[in-house]
């Protein structure tokens, strides 16, 4: 059985307070936060909330398909948010884990295209990462179980076929 890392609901409350308290000790003042949906979206929430940020959005990535099993590269699933209006705009990114990388790097590589200074924020890095995201709560190598994907999704009234 893989060793896990499991992030509690009450732990994730303690995890977004102490890493928007990271963003704000570090002097970044984001315009603008964007989710990296799903994963990105209830940290996100939670960090807007902690910041005092009332401008939110969120871009919508698929790469896991399962755990340790992937699509060949990240894809959006749905087009970017107005890019005009985050043209010299200052982003702040927020996903749940940097794992590969390649989904935050993929988002800020799309971001910064457009014009805006993008900053990413994390709750989790892996050491593997391929961006080095600028805020990080924890390390660690482990498969992370997170409050809101840990059980199925409930069932169904009209089961699809
Ligand atoms: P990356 O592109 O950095 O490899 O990861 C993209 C997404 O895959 C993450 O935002 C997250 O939703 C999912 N993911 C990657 N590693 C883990 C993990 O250890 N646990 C869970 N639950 N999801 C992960």
Redesign the pocket.
Known sequence: LAVK?VLTWDLFGTASRELAQTVADSGFEPEILIA?A???LLPGGALAYALGLKLTDAIN?E??TD?HE?LPD?VLLAPLLDTESIRGRRLLVV????????????VLDLLREHGAEARSAVI?A?SR?E?EPDYVWRRTD?????PW?AEEPVNRAVPRD
């Open positions: 890392e990296v799903r994963g990105g990535v790469f896991y755990v992937t990240p996903d749940d884990v940097a794992d590969s990388g390649r989904t935050l790097a993929l989790y892996k990462s961006v482990e498969w992370i179980v997170f994907s």
